[in-house]
């Protein structure tokens, strides 16, 4: 299975590139409330963080933007599992490249 994410340029208002990830065997998200506090305890932790749409208000209308925490696990010896954070659509797709599913995290 491979994930493929969007890379935004510095402005966040264009394509800039895609990231591809391979060699996952098992893959499992969730919807999480995006947070500052949580955006802290990514980065502290080394976690990938995609913010394609940012908010400057976080809670506007008493209701918090949902990003998507998504969990990796590689068939890898190396690197055996990751988790990541992302606001943006993740495309799932199988090992020719051919797009399966996605996780559309723009709600």
């Given amino acids: 299975m491979i994930l ?4 935004l340029t510095h402005t966040g208002t264009h394509t800039c590139s895609w ?3 391979d060699k ?3 893959l499992s998200w969730e919807f999480v409330d995006k947070t500052p506090e949580l955006r802290k305890h990514a980065e502290t932790a080394c976690m990938m963080w995609i913010n394609s749409y940012p908010m400057e208000d976080p809670d506007p209308d008493g209701k918090r933007k949902r990003i998507a925490q998504v969990h ?3 068939d890898d010896e190396e ?3 990751e988790t ?3 606001d943006d ?3 799932i797709m199988n090992d020719n490249g051919k797009t399966t599913d996605t996780i559309n ?3």
């Fill in 19 to 21: 990231k591809m990830i």
């Fill in 79 to 81: 690197c055996r599992h």
């Fill in 105 to 107: 995290v723009n709600i």
């Fill in 24 to 26: 996952v065997s098992r």
């Fill in 84 to 86: 990541f954070y992302t």
């Fill in 4 to 7: 493929k994410l969007r890379v």
């Fill in 89 to 91: 659509m993740v495309f």
């Fill in 72 to 74: 990796v696990v590689y």
